[in-house]
């Protein structure tokens, strides 16, 4: 009871410490508290590399005076023993929203245009935000927060792509916001993500947010130097905030790659709130050279307790729930700076379970400290007073009854800036633990846990669990419990002193109002030592199981890389699509990613011999049109998008490139969509399962842009058409409005004069300078022919028409224009401007002179383009050897890539396929597809592959069947629809 008034002593006396010392005083006289508070015999850690035994914290107006062994302690100077506690400082979260209420939706429907003036020119920039303008201090959560061992938090508004500034706030109860602002403005923060507040359209895609980034620095350089005249407030605080921690919000490990990008671009090294995945590429990470700000929510093990639901759950979902945990200790392994953070947490309450469960799978309790303690507050730039219990540190501290990091360890108290926050009674004797007693002829067994914080009991009476409410204070238990009789509500009331620790001694008052002694006995633990002991033998045996990491990390992914390889297949009908045409019985000598050799008779010392008699070898197949593998596809938010690209969204975890593998393709045009005549840059990639996003674009890649006409940009289907244009004529002027000012931007940086640098009109311009092609997305003759006039009226022409389904009825023009035709082999009918399509339509542009290709723009298509190939065979008579070059050597024409790609002659890329039968058979199978030498698909791997996921996923589904069984919470299993991604296809992350 001494030290309770102790505590509230120092509580009074601190309390003016929190009053701003020019502040008048009209409650009396004015008196400044001078005493120092003294915690001794206590084990420190002092930071997470320094720990001292036996130890005295000396603390004095909320600061660190002294710590250590042999601490001169004052006369005035309040004294509290802790022999037996231990000290840690306080854990610090630098990515909350702490005291910031949810930004609300502001109304519905598209808005093309900013709703502020003096600001930047898009709503979702707002780095003049400042997030105390909307801080109120919430002490409910701040309670909750030093539960966890919190002390202090960063806090930010969560809204916009740009959001403004964080402020560090002390989690201090007793204090107001003049002594718990620690530093209010410490960081600025972004994220793809558009504020909710705007209505404003543009950016709708991750491709459109980092677009948008790129321009805001650009734009902010250019107000720097004094070239804009009107007042631009977000510029202002963009350049004024550049010198602040950058606090990214990224959200996975695909998107902390993104943002690295954009970062890179401008110098600037963002700190990273990454996913949790990060272990998927962790060399990737690594590169990067940021700081992972990290969310800890792990995944929920399923419920697999139906084996048809379990059926539907997909390999990666069951992986990630097992390899989640074992995120930090790889970070930590792979020399990656990490801090932690309850950020993404569906309940803060889960985070110490959490954070125990990846000290289990690896983590390291000093790298825990760390994360929570010496490194935020080093990126904060508070390694002064924050972080640590070095002298001049601000007096933030959790008491506790031994290691933090272990399940059974209490945290009694959290003192913030000198002040306690009492989490639970470390006074109070802790009395948890069995006991047995008899009483009244019958035995029982009560349970009591959280005896020092909030008790509760369990009463059990043979097989029979006894309804129970339990009060414990001063050593005194009271304890009522309904009887065995079912068919009566009696109460036995017991009234038990804890003095002894092993024994409750007091009366039992029975229903009839009887008293009898009371006494129940303490079931002995096992000898704490030998648990020990087997504990660790035990935890020697059943180290954490992780599922192995594959690239990619899902279904099919390859356990290590595969390499290039020196292949020489024997006795095939070879394909060249050369004025070789199909040789039989012929070898090819694949070497060091090149065709090297094609004959007869070859051999190579040290090759790979296959043996492909009876079998066909022809180059990969390559799909001008196609939307797989990409994290977005259209950025509709405007009516031109040319400053956005398909490279920034790359998505190498899509099933669908392994799929179409087994398909023979080995290269794919991905295209932006067709929400606007003028779309973003496409990626031109290769089809390299396993590698990163960045490694399967072509090298030196052409560079290529959508457009499109129709239906699609003038929102012929949109409930909202209120952008401009709205009409086959409007999508005419959009062209001519913007080649006009591409052509003038164009005149004015030629001239070395200073511009603007605007990404869009750079992309136009390299279109008026040859340097970009154009793959358009059209239907409809009218608008195919006023396509040619506007190229043409420019000085350029069209690359590429696609879909192009009335390209027969035009075929002259676009032979005369020299603009090639990527179309479907035989649909039709799917919307109304698509009526005149005809199968003939490949045929009748080929037998015209143009260049022909047949596309997919469909993930399912994809996989059988030599059969669609071979339709044009049956629907205009063309031979076999000109249908394969639809699907191989023109989509290579027509990409620029044909000198590298597209046909088999020696020096070109070793992209090929090995059939099983004739290409354009629908029995063929692809046997092997290869890529510069790497074999990415291999049907008798496949086949292996099928076997390996069933036992994996039989491993783990046995290993949650396990968790459920321990009464550990499992999540439902939900089937999951694929979503396959269209012309038409918007983001759904903004």
Same mark, same amino acid.
Request: some cysteine; proline content about 3%.
């Given at each position: 009871?001494?030290?309770?008034?102790?505590?509230?002593?120092?509580?009074?006396?601190?309390?003016?410490?929190?009053?701003?010392?020019?502040?008048?005083?009209?409650?009396?006289?004015?008196?400044?508290?001078?005493?120092?508070?003294?915690?001794?015999?206590?084990?420190?850690?002092?930071?997470?590399?320094?720990?001292?035994?036996?130890?005295?914290?000396?603390?004095?107006?909320?600061?660190?005076?002294?710590?250590?062994?042999?601490?001169?302690?004052?006369?005035?100077?309040?004294?509290?023993?802790?022999?037996?506690?231990?000290?840690?400082?306080?854990?610090?979260?630098?990515?909350?929203?702490?005291?910031?209420?949810?930004?609300?939706?502001?109304?519905?429907?598209?808005?093309?245009?900013?709703?502020?003036?003096?600001?930047?020119?898009?709503?979702?920039?707002?780095?003049?935000?400042?997030?105390?303008?909307?801080?109120?201090?919430?002490?409910?959560?701040?309670?909750?927060?030093?539960?966890?061992?919190?002390?202090?938090?960063?806090?930010?508004?969560?809204?916009?792509?740009?959001?403004?500034?964080?402020?560090?706030?002390?989690?201090?109860?007793?204090?107001?916001?003049?002594?718990?602002?620690?530093?209010?403005?410490?960081?600025?923060?972004?994220?793809?993500?558009?504020?909710?507040?705007?209505?404003?359209?543009?950016?709708?895609?991750?491709?459109?947010?980092?677009?948008?980034?790129?321009?805001?620095?650009?734009?902010?350089?250019?107000?720097?130097?004094?070239?804009?005249?009107?007042?631009?407030?977000?510029?202002?605080?963009?350049?004024?905030?550049?010198?602040?921690?950058?606090?990214?919000?990224?959200?996975?490990?695909?998107?902390?790659?993104?943002?690295?990008?954009?970062?890179?671009?401008?110098?600037?090294?963002?700190?990273?709130?990454?996913?949790?995945?990060?272990?998927?590429?962790?060399?990737?990470?690594?590169?990067?050279?940021?700081?992972?700000?990290?969310?800890?929510?792990?995944?929920?093990?399923?419920?697999?307790?139906?084996?048809?639901?379990?059926?539907?759950?997909?390999?990666?979902?069951?992986?990630?729930?097992?390899?989640?945990?074992?995120?930090?200790?790889?970070?930590?392994?792979?020399?990656?700076?990490?801090?932690?953070?309850?950020?993404?947490?569906?309940?803060?309450?889960?985070?110490?379970?959490?954070?125990?469960?990846?000290?289990?799978?690896?983590?390291?309790?000093?790298?825990?400290?760390?994360?929570?303690?010496?490194?935020?507050?080093?990126?904060?730039?508070?390694?002064?007073?924050?972080?640590?219990?070095?002298?001049?540190?601000?007096?933030?501290?959790?008491?506790?009854?031994?290691?933090?990091?272990?399940?059974?360890?209490?945290?009694?108290?959290?003192?913030?800036?000198?002040?306690?926050?009492?989490?639970?009674?470390?006074?109070?004797?802790?009395?948890?633990?069995?006991?047995?007693?008899?009483?009244?002829?019958?035995?029982?067994?009560?349970?009591?846990?959280?005896?020092?914080?909030?008790?509760?009991?369990?009463?059990?009476?043979?097989?029979?669990?006894?309804?129970?409410?339990?009060?414990?204070?001063?050593?005194?238990?009271?304890?009522?419990?309904?009887?065995?009789?079912?068919?009566?509500?009696?109460?036995?009331?017991?009234?038990?002193?804890?003095?002894?620790?092993?024994?409750?001694?007091?009366?039992?008052?029975?229903?009839?109002?009887?008293?009898?002694?009371?006494?129940?006995?303490?079931?002995?633990?096992?000898?704490?030592?030998?648990?020990?002991?087997?504990?660790?033998?035990?935890?020697?045996?059943?180290?954490?199981?992780?599922?192995?990491?594959?690239?990619?990390?899902?279904?099919?992914?390859?356990?290590?890389?595969?390499?290039?390889?020196?292949?020489?297949?024997?006795?095939?009908?070879?394909?060249?699509?050369?004025?070789?045409?199909?040789?039989?019985?012929?070898?090819?000598?694949?070497?060091?990613?090149?065709?090297?050799?094609?004959?007869?008779?070859?051999?190579?010392?040290?090759?790979?011999?296959?043996?492909?008699?009876?079998?066909?070898?022809?180059?990969?197949?390559?799909?001008?049109?196609?939307?797989?593998?990409?994290?977005?596809?259209?950025?509709?938010?405007?009516?031109?998008?040319?400053?956005?690209?398909?490279?920034?969204?790359?998505?190498?975890?899509?099933?669908?490139?392994?799929?179409?593998?087994?398909?023979?393709?080995?290269?794919?045009?991905?295209?932006?969509?067709?929400?606007?005549?003028?779309?973003?840059?496409?990626?031109?990639?290769?089809?390299?399962?396993?590698?990163?996003?960045?490694?399967?674009?072509?090298?030196?890649?052409?560079?290529?842009?959508?457009?499109?006409?129709?239906?699609?940009?003038?929102?012929?289907?949109?409930?909202?058409?209120?952008?401009?244009?709205?009409?086959?004529?409007?999508?005419?002027?959009?062209?001519?409005?913007?080649?006009?000012?591409?052509?003038?931007?164009?005149?004015?940086?030629?001239?070395?004069?200073?511009?603007?640098?605007?990404?869009?009109?750079?992309?136009?311009?390299?279109? +008026? =300078?040859? !340097?970009?092609?154009? /793959?358009?997305?059209?239907?409809?003759? #009218? $608008?195919?022919?006023? %396509?040619?006039? @506007?190229?043409?009226?420019?000085?350029?022409?069209?690359?590429?028409?696609?879909?192009?389904?009335?390209?027969?009825?035009?075929?002259?023009?676009?032979?005369?224009?020299?603009?090639?035709?990527?179309?479907?082999?035989?649909?039709?009918?799917?919307?109304?401007?698509?009526?005149?399509?005809?199968?003939?339509?490949?045929?009748?542009?080929?037998?015209?002179?143009?260049?022909?290709?047949?596309?997919?723009?469909?993930?399912?298509?994809?996989?059988? +383009? =030599?059969? !669609?190939?071979?339709? /044009?065979?049956?629907?205009?008579?063309? #031979? $076999?050897?000109?249908? %394969?070059?639809? @699907?191989?050597?023109?989509?290579?024409?027509?990409?620029?890539?044909?000198?590298?790609?597209?046909?088999?002659?020696?020096?070109?890329?070793?992209?090929?396929?090995?059939?099983?039968?004739?290409?354009?058979?629908?029995?063929?199978?692809?046997?092997?597809?290869?890529?510069?030498?790497?074999?990415?698909?291999?049907?008798?791997?496949?086949?292996?592959?099928?076997?390996?996921?069933?036992?994996?996923?039989?491993?783990?589904?046995?290993?949650?069947?396990?968790?459920?069984?321990?009464?550990?919470?499992?999540?439902?299993?939900?089937?999951? $629809?694929?979503?396959?991604?269209?012309?038409?296809?918007?983001?759904?992350?903004?």
């Amino acid at each position: 009871m001494i030290k309770v008034h102790l505590r509230l002593l120092i509580f009074m006396c601190s309390f003016s410490l929190f009053a701003q010392d020019y502040f008048p005083s009209n409650s009396g006289v004015i008196a400044n508290n001078s005493n120092y508070t003294a915690f001794t015999n206590a084990t420190i850690h002092v930071s997470p590399t320094e720990i001292i035994d036996n130890a005295t914290l000396l603390i004095k107006d909320g600061k660190v005076v002294s710590v250590g062994k042999s601490v001169n302690i004052p006369k005035n100077t309040t004294k509290i023993d802790l022999s037996g506690k231990t000290i840690y400082p306080s854990f610090i979260d630098m990515y909350t929203t702490f005291g910031v209420e949810k930004p609300k939706r502001g109304g519905s429907g598209p808005q093309y245009g900013a709703s502020r003036s003096g600001y930047y020119w898009n709503d979702h920039i707002m780095p003049e935000q400042d997030v105390m303008a909307s801080f109120k201090y919430d002490a409910k959560s701040a309670s909750e927060l030093h539960k966890l061992g919190f002390g202090v938090v960063n806090t930010h508004m969560p809204d916009g792509v740009v959001r403004g500034t964080g402020a560090l706030i002390a989690l201090n109860n007793n204090a107001d916001n003049a002594m718990r602002v620690v530093d209010g403005e410490t960081t600025q923060h972004l994220s793809f993500r558009k504020s909710v507040r705007s209505r404003q359209s543009y950016p709708s895609s991750i491709m459109g947010s980092m677009a948008l980034l790129r321009q805001m620095y650009n734009d902010a350089k250019w107000y720097e130097a004094g070239h804009i005249d009107t007042k631009d407030l977000s510029l202002e605080a963009l350049n004024k905030n550049k010198n602040l921690l950058q606090i990214f919000e990224a959200g996975s490990r695909a998107n902390v790659m993104r943002a690295d990008k954009v970062g890179d671009a401008f110098n600037i090294q963002y700190t990273i709130v990454g996913g949790g995945d990060e272990y998927e590429r962790i060399d990737e990470i690594k590169r990067t050279n940021a700081t992972i700000i990290l969310p800890i929510d792990f995944q929920l093990a399923y419920d697999v307790d139906d084996p048809f639901l379990a059926s539907t759950l997909s390999l990666s979902d069951m992986r990630a729930w097992n390899q989640e945990p074992h995120n930090p200790r790889l970070l930590a392994e792979n020399g990656i700076k990490f801090a932690l953070t309850t950020h993404g947490l569906k309940s803060n309450k889960s985070f110490s379970s959490n954070l125990m469960k990846a000290i289990e799978n690896g983590l390291s309790k000093k790298k825990a400290l760390e994360a929570l303690t010496t490194i935020p507050a080093s990126l904060l730039g508070k390694s002064d007073i924050l972080g640590t219990l070095k002298t001049g540190s601000y007096a933030n501290f959790l008491i506790t009854d031994g290691d933090i990091f272990e399940k059974k360890t209490k945290l009694f108290e959290n003192w913030v800036q000198g002040t306690p926050h009492v989490i639970a009674n470390m006074n109070t004797k802790d009395i948890d633990g069995d006991y047995n007693f008899k009483l009244a002829g019958n035995d029982y067994k009560l349970t009591i846990s959280g005896s020092t914080s909030k008790p509760t009991a369990k009463l059990e009476s043979g097989d029979q669990t006894l309804g129970t409410k339990m009060n414990y204070s001063d050593d005194w238990v009271n304890l009522t419990f309904k009887t065995a009789d079912s068919t009566k509500k009696t109460y036995v009331r017991i009234i038990a002193n804890a003095a002894n620790n092993n024994t409750l001694n007091g009366k039992a008052i029975l229903p009839n109002g009887n008293e009898l002694s009371f006494f129940a006995n303490k079931v002995a633990k096992e000898d704490t030592n030998k648990k020990d002991d087997k504990k660790k033998a035990n935890d020697a045996i059943e180290t954490p199981f992780m599922s192995p990491i594959t690239y990619p990390n899902l279904a099919y992914g390859f356990t290590e890389k595969p390499k290039s390889e020196t292949l020489l297949f024997k006795n095939a009908t070879v394909w060249t699509n050369e004025k070789e045409g199909v040789l039989e019985q012929t070898d090819v000598l694949i070497k060091d990613g090149k065709i090297s050799k094609i004959g007869k008779d070859l051999s190579s010392k040290n090759a790979k011999v296959i043996d492909a008699t009876g079998k066909h070898i022809t180059a990969g197949i390559i799909d001008e049109h196609s939307h797989i593998a990409a994290a977005s596809i259209n950025e509709g938010g405007q009516n031109s998008s040319a400053e956005v690209t398909i490279e920034d969204v790359v998505n190498e975890e899509d099933i669908n490139i392994y799929r179409n593998l087994a398909g023979g393709v080995t290269s794919i045009q991905i295209l932006h969509g067709s929400a606007n005549p003028i779309g973003g840059r496409s990626a031109i990639i290769k089809l390299k399962w396993g590698e990163a996003a960045d490694d399967l674009i072509y090298d030196n890649s052409p560079k290529f842009i959508k457009f499109a006409l129709g239906e699609n940009v003038k929102q012929s289907r949109s409930r909202t058409n209120s952008r401009f244009p709205q009409s086959r004529m409007g999508v005419e002027q959009v062209f001519v409005d913007y080649f006009t000012r591409a052509k003038a931007y164009d005149e004015l940086k030629k001239s070395g004069k200073p511009y603007r640098h605007d990404a869009e009109m750079e992309t136009l311009a390299e279109i +008026l =300078n040859g !340097e970009r092609f154009i /793959s358009c997305h059209s239907y409809v003759q #009218s $608008e195919i022919n006023m %396509l040619m006039k @506007v190229a043409e009226q420019f000085n350029f022409r069209i690359n590429t028409f696609t879909h192009i389904l009335e390209g027969y009825k035009v075929a002259d023009k676009m032979k005369a224009h020299g603009v090639g035709g990527s179309t479907f082999s035989d649909w039709w009918a799917y919307k109304y401007e698509v009526n005149d399509a005809i199968p003939y339509n490949a045929a009748i542009m080929h037998n015209a002179g143009v260049t022909v290709a047949i596309n997919s723009d469909d993930a399912e298509m994809s996989r059988r +383009l =030599n059969q !669609e190939a071979a339709k /044009s065979v049956k629907y205009g008579g063309i #031979s $076999e050897e000109e249908a %394969l070059k639809f @699907v191989t050597l023109n989509p290579a024409k027509l990409l620029h890539l044909d000198d590298r790609v597209g046909s088999l002659k020696v020096g070109k890329d070793a992209d090929v396929v090995l059939w099983s039968d004739h290409p354009l058979s629908i029995y063929a199978k692809a046997e092997k597809t290869i890529i510069e030498g790497v074999t990415y698909f291999d049907l008798a791997r496949d086949q292996q592959m099928r076997e390996a996921i069933k036992k994996e996923k039989s491993e783990l589904t046995n290993l949650m069947l396990q968790e459920k069984n321990k009464g550990l919470k499992t999540q439902p299993v939900k089937k999951k $629809e694929e979503k396959l991604m269209h012309c038409y296809t918007m983001d759904s992350h903004h």
